[in-house]
């Protein structure tokens, strides 16, 4: 029996929770995978069951953004990501992927960080790939579309090569495990700015303390009603702001930002193809319903925490001027035509 499992099981199993740098050590473990699918297992069952600290996603994220190959930004370039969990079975629209596009054609640098879809019809990967943006792109082609258009995206399995050592046992749990929270923790470009969702509420003030440790100039992470990952245009929206060291509660309403409230109903999404149609409507003046006030809404979000704009119904302002111009649609058209050509030369 392998020791350094028997004794990190019973200490799991016992209660008792890991300091940041055993996190950091245990993670070490899984992916130079010095435990058996059947122990790796065990011990990540125990964590769920026991419930992850706030030290411990801390560990793992900074492990894995130690060991992932390195995005590097222009000189000065303070970038955005929008990101969530998944998991929280809502079925929705992606709307953090076209916000995190709307923040582009407002100014912003963004650094999309995502995969194909794990928990729903349609994850980032697949919605921007129906959009007809390249994702599978070398980390220089990346860099080359982010200088040429203020947007990028990394697929997740190109930067974090080693985790594919948990992918089966993961596969063959088939449960929610840490991993799951972690994607959203582990880009590996250096982000100034992040807007990042939870599936559950008790995820915030641990989430909250894994970003304290990456440096983050401003971030938020948020759940809003009825159990969704993003800012929610249904109703309240609980959120903890971080800054750099410092964090706050607060919480949000879809009128703070002058938007009316909708049902989940409304924010329904389907495959795709179909998410990356609606948005082209969107971003075309076709679509003005409830899933537009739900992606401005979380775009000036993004916008206020970059400072783009004092307050969120200021950026609500920036957001709606930016699509009904037609600037967004030129932004959208522009990262698709330069993915295909970075995607061509890199």
């Given at each position: 029996?392998?020791?350094?499992?028997?004794?990190?099981?019973?200490?799991?199993?016992?209660?008792?929770?890991?300091?940041?740098?055993?996190?950091?050590?245990?993670?070490?473990?899984?992916l130079?995978?010095?435990?058996?699918p059947?122990?790796?297992?065990?011990?990540?069952?125990?964590?769920?069951?026991?419930?992850?600290?706030?030290?411990?996603?801390?560990?793992?994220?900074?492990?894995?953004?130690?060991?992932?190959?390195?995005?590097?930004?222009?000189a000065?370039?303070?970038?955005?990501?929008?990101?969530?969990?998944?998991?929280?079975?809502?079925?929705?629209?992606?709307?953090?992927?076209?916000?995190a596009?709307?923040?582009?054609?407002?100014?912003?640098?963004?650094?999309?960080?995502?995969?194909?879809?794990?928990?729903?019809?349609?994850g980032?990967?697949?919605?921007?790939?129906?959009?007809?943006?390249?994702?599978?792109?070398?980390?220089?082609?990346?860099?080359?579309?982010?200088?040429?258009?203020?947007?990028?995206?990394?697929?997740?399995?190109?930067?974090?090569?080693?985790v594919?050592?948990?992918?089966?046992?993961?596969?063959?749990?088939?449960?929610?495990?840490?991993?799951?929270?972690?994607?959203?923790?582990?880009?590996?470009?250096?982000?100034?700015f992040?807007?990042?969702?939870?599936?559950?509420?008790?995820?915030?003030?641990?989430?909250?303390?894994?970003?304290?440790?990456?440096?983050?100039?401003?971030?938020?992470?948020?759940?809003?009603?009825?159990?969704?990952?993003?800012?929610?245009?249904?109703?309240?929206?609980?959120?903890?702001?971080?800054?750099?060291?410092?964090?706050?509660?607060?919480?949000?309403?879809?009128?703070?930002?002058?938007?009316?409230?909708?049902?989940?109903?409304?924010?329904?999404?389907?495959?795709?193809?179909?998410?990356?149609?609606?948005?082209?409507?969107?971003?075309?003046?076709?679509?003005?319903?409830?899933?537009?006030?739900?992606?401005?809404?979380?775009?000036?979000?993004?916008?206020?925490?970059?400072?783009?704009?004092?307050?969120?119904?200021?950026?609500?302002?920036?957001?709606?001027?930016?699509?009904?111009?037609?600037?967004?649609?030129?932004?959208?058209?522009?990262?698709?035509?330069?993915?295909?050509?970075?995607?061509?030369?890199?």
């Amino acid at each position: 029996m392998n020791q350094k499992y028997s004794e990190l099981a019973e200490s799991i199993l016992s209660g008792k929770p890991l300091a940041f740098e055993e996190a950091k050590t245990v993670m070490g473990l899984f992916l130079e995978e010095a435990f058996t699918p059947v122990q790796a297992g065990v011990i990540l069952t125990a964590l769920r069951m026991r419930g992850e600290t706030g030290d411990e996603l801390a560990g793992f994220s900074t492990y894995l953004r130690e060991r992932a190959i390195p995005f590097f930004l222009p000189a000065g370039t303070k970038a955005v990501d929008t990101c969530g969990t998944g998991g929280d079975g809502a079925g929705t629209f992606n709307i953090s992927t076209a916000a995190a596009l709307l923040a582009c054609a407002c100014g912003l640098a963004v650094v999309k960080h995502g995969n194909r879809a794990v928990s729903s019809p349609s994850g980032s990967a697949d919605f921007l790939e129906s959009l007809g943006i390249k994702i599978d792109l070398s980390p220089f082609a990346a860099g080359e579309l982010l200088r040429k258009t203020g947007f990028t995206f990394l697929y997740a399995p190109n930067y974090h090569p080693s985790v594919k050592a948990v992918q089966k046992i993961r596969q063959e749990l088939g449960i929610r495990t840490v991993f799951n929270i972690l994607g959203p923790l582990i880009n590996p470009a250096p982000i100034c700015f992040k807007l990042m969702g939870v599936y559950d509420h008790k995820l915030l003030p641990l989430v909250s303390e894994a970003l304290k440790h990456q440096g983050v100039e401003r971030a938020m992470v948020v759940w809003g009603e009825p159990g969704l990952d993003e800012v929610s245009p249904c109703g309240y929206t609980r959120a903890i702001l971080v800054e750099k060291e410092r964090t706050r509660e607060f919480s949000l309403l879809p009128r703070d930002a002058g938007i009316e409230a909708c049902s989940l109903e409304d924010l329904r999404g389907g495959e795709s193809k179909e998410n990356a149609d609606k948005f082209l409507a969107l971003c075309e003046g076709r679509e003005r319903g409830p899933l537009r006030g739900a992606v401005i809404l979380n775009t000036a979000v993004i916008l206020w925490l970059a400072g783009k704009a004092e307050n969120i119904k200021a950026a609500r302002f920036m957001v709606e001027n930016i699509l009904d111009s037609g600037i967004a649609l030129d932004t959208i058209r522009s990262i698709i035509r330069v993915s295909r050509v970075c995607a061509e030369g890199g």
